[in-house]
């Protein structure tokens, strides 16, 4: 059974650093693994989608990198801003049939300027 | 280019009654998916929806149903709501299997 981890589950920095966040999953056999963002009541946000086949996927500050003989998938925030403040969620599709996404529940980033 | 569209935003229902939530996905995407969130448990999945056909259901009680329409379009359906079913509900788009998904802004449930 696929299960999917976020750590940590809360962090506050200061504005301008870099940060890592963390997600693994229990089972490499996936299509894909994506990355999301939350605003407080709001809906997702994709951020980044790595394909199995990918090592990594950078898009402006963000950059995502998967490694499936892990199950590991790092989110870098470079120069973090106080617009950064929010959950980032991380989720992988199972290969197979069924396509559902396995979720990890969240870390909460909170930027100080 | 439009996203995905949920409404209605917010709803307040009694317990007992039903609810009707509606995803009017991106235009050409003819995968629709539904998500539970609650603080509890996080992302949960319902069902997803190809081509007007059910492909996969999560594990949710008979109460919970949906369709999905020939535009693309998908409702779903709760009867018989239980305090249990207050939660964000979103709905997702994709236009193949291994695309990744656009989700929706959610449609906020609340029973009183």
């Known amino acids: 059974k696929q299960e999917v981890t976020q750590i940590p589950a809360a962090l506050s920095v200061p504005e301008g650093e870099n940060l890592v966040l963390n997600c693994s999953f229990t089972d490499s056999a996936i299509y894909n693994l994506q990355w999301f963002r939350q605003d407080p009541g709001k809906g997702l946000t994709s951020l980044l989608l790595i394909q199995s086949s990918q090592r990594e996927q950078t898009s402006g500050r963000l950059n995502a990198s998967l490694d499936k003989s892990s199950g590991r998938s790092t989110l870098y925030i470079a120069a973090s801003q106080p617009g950064d403040s929010a959950t980032y969620l991380c989720a992988v599709q199972r290969a197979g049939n069924n396509r559902k996404l396995i979720w990890g529940l969240g870390t909460s980033l909170a930027v100080n300027p | 280019k439009a996203g995905v569209t949920q409404t209605p935003r917010y709803l307040i229902k009694t317990r007992g009654q039903q609810v009707t939530l509606s995803c009017s996905p991106i235009?050409?995407?003819?995968?629709v998916s539904w998500y539970q969130q609650t603080p509890g448990q996080g992302l949960q999945f319902l069902f997803e929806y190809f081509s007007e056909t059910q492909r996969n259901k999560g594990n949710f009680p008979g109460r919970f149903s949906g369709r999905q329409f020939s535009n693309s379009r998908s409702e779903m359906n709760v009867s018989t709501l239980e305090l249990g079913d207050s939660a964000l509900y979103l709905c997702?788009?994709?236009?193949?299997?291994?695309?990744?998904?656009?989700f929706g802004s959610g449609t906020r449930l609340t029973v009183v």
């Open positions: 997702a788009s994709s236009t193949s299997w291994n695309d990744g998904y656009t």
């Open positions: 235009s050409g995407h003819r995968s």
